[in-house]
């Protein structure tokens, strides 16, 4: 059941034990689902209770750590021997008086652990400020370290294999976006569209099975596409709107997001001169990546290249994507922007979204590319611009 | 776009206000989704950043706190004044030297309530460990409380406008459920099932559309069966082999859930005595059910009602549902084990799922309810017992 090759999650662990030891970290607690499925194969929807992945520098395997009625799962999808994959009591479920940290605790003691040097997750969602309370209450001798970004650092730089899903998900993508594109109608309601784009997503090609995204289908339409991130309600499409589209393919968990614009009816003049300041600011900036350029000097040059518009973009233009589990296919890695001064290496995948949202129309188009050796690779083939209907 | 009443939204933060009052909280700090959605009626999938509503006792309005891109989604989606939204810079961003605790912390200054008591929900996901590290070090005149479950207790008794909400889900419930035994069939991709109970879910009925669930389509067939939470691949049905489905209806974002096992072939004698034990045991609980018994009761009245077999069932038999986002569609509140005392009240709403995962094979059965005056009533009637195909 393992996505990739045993020994591909023993070199993600060697990867990260290194780092451990750069950060005087003994060990490792291991909290978002990406994370925990990067270095174990874990791949369960059981993240609304509290689990984990415990990394040792003194032990081989990593220890699972969730609900028992999860253990079988993680028996299924992991490489994990039995005896490393240890399920708590229903009882700590949501209770008033235990909780799960309590039983991590007990395995960390067990192993002789509890005078370590332990890093957590500090500001990933799914580690909780009362998991480091519990945590720090049962081990007192324990010194704690900020583990954030830890793995994340390590998933940067992908496999070919993982570039190989990537894209797939591209591929995936294309049917998505497609499919989306042929939904947006005059008179058809936002949640069929939606629904489409979702059954597109899920069946993903007759080769291979798509997976679920990292953030539902977003659809902006009429006066809502002056904001991302909204989603569908059962309004219908309206004559002389845009409607904005931020999708993604996704196989196995490994994302391809997909952005495009729409314009039902003649768009105005607004519209069309931002979509074109846009597309071809965005085709300028893509020209310009290679690797040995830094994420700013990226960011740099898309500001360069619309500096003769009036569009104005104030957030990043793009950040590290790839493997993900929700409410981000982001990888919170690396930022497009100014001060990011990451060096581009072959083998980073990274999303190029300038969405321009407006107080009236908005437009967003997007790219989603591997770094290679002397430049970039999209992960999916669309025409840019602005689709008019 | 306001989906209640906005005298609605007023009674719950009254509710809200007064439990704040109980606990002695002067002010609370909210950042679980349903929560904010609950209190303002903010709705996007902009999670995935820090956000949050800060309810205070001598201010009438809450303040939304989010992402500066996503102040327009919070002026669409809310009842809440232009003042009391505010956005941070894109910069506070998973930055490195930034953290948006930092912008909510000047609010809290700005408004002299940075020496009163604050409540954080400190075990709610989406509020990480240093989200409140951020907040105490900025905030060191403020005093910290728990003010976990607050909101999600008030959440617990439902609006009758909320039990409208959750009967249409159950209506989309239905005919997710439908969907899925039409295509779940020897040779059928798991994801082509995937594809089409996610259509039917976002598409809803004739008359409403449909929602996002706060957790995807459930599917665990063969070997997957001995065990929750697994999600699709692209291997396809096969002869001989159970097929479990968790699911759930949604009509904004108020859900429904809804599990049945379909057979595919002849069923062996454990599955089939495993289904009769466990649907009749269902049935008698759900006759037992009524104002005034306490969750162990019916917990204890289930445990009696399969006590003649060899069923057991190890984790909780239910919890309470309603408004929810990912990843999770309980409520986090009761749960119907051995020590919940909460006495069942008319118009709190809940999920039983009795389900059972042995080694080889599993059956999963379910009820989504209201509890009435006097007993209790179906979200959605849809025959119990195994589907054999």
Avoid at 59 to 88: P, Q
Avoid at 107 to 112: Q, T
Avoid at 123 to 139: G, I, P, S, V, W
């Amino acid at each position: 059941m393992l996505y990739f090759d045993i020994n591909e999650y023993k070199d993600r662990i060697k990867k990260t034990k290194k780092r451990m030891e750069t950060e005087g970290i003994d060990v490792l607690f291991i909290s978002q689902p990406a994370n925990m499925n990067y270095l174990t194969g874990y791949d369960g929807w059981s993240f609304y209770v509290h689990q984990g992945v415990i990394v040792s520098l003194d032990k081989e395997d990593s220890i699972w750590v969730g609900r028992a009625m999860d253990a079988n799962g993680a028996k299924i999808t992991t490489f994990l021997k039995d005896e490393d994959i240890r399920g708590y009591d229903d009882n700590y479920v949501q209770s008033k008086t235990k909780h799960p940290m309590q039983f991590v605790a007990d395995i960390i003691k067990e192993k002789g652990w509890d005078n370590k040097t332990i890093a957590v997750e500090m500001d990933q969602f799914y580690f909780t400020h009362r998991c480091y309370l519990e945590l720090k209450k049962a081990l007192p001798k324990a010194t704690f370290k900020d583990g954030n970004l830890l793995v994340n650092m390590v998933r940067m730089i992908k496999s070919e294999k993982e570039i190989e899903f990537m894209k797939k998900a591209g591929g995936i993508a294309v049917k998505v976006m497609q499919a989306a594109i042929d939904s947006v109608n005059i008179g058809v309601r936002e949640c069929d569209t939606a629904a489409n784009i979702s059954y597109a997503q899920i069946k993903g090609t007759e080769e291979y099975g798509g997976d679920y995204p990292a953030i539902v289908p977003l659809i902006m339409a009429g006066e809502r596409t002056s904001t991302p991130h909204l989603t569908w309600s059962d309004r219908k499409f309206e004559n002389n709107e845009a409607v904005l589209l931020e999708l993604s393919g996704v196989y196995k968990h490994y994302h391809a997001p997909i952005a495009r614009t729409i314009y039902l009816g003649t768009p105005p003049k607004i519209m069309r001169e931002t979509a074109d300041v846009v597309t071809n600011g965005l085709a300028k900036t893509l020209e310009f990546i290679k690797p040995g350029v830094t994420c700013e000097e990226v960011e740099a040059k898309w500001r360069d290249a619309i500096s003769h518009s009036t569009v104005v973009k104030e957030s990043r233009l793009g950040y590290s994507i790839g493997l993900n589990y929700p409410p981000d296919w982001g990888e919170q890695t690396i930022s497009l922007r100014p001060g990011d001064k990451t060096i581009l290496q072959p083998n980073m995948t990274l999303h190029l979204i300038p969405g321009i949202w407006y107080k009236e129309v908005g437009f967003e188009v997007d790219a989603s590319i591997k770094i290679t050796e002397n430049g970039y690779e999209s992960l999916y083939n669309f025409p840019m611009g602005l689709f008019i209907k």
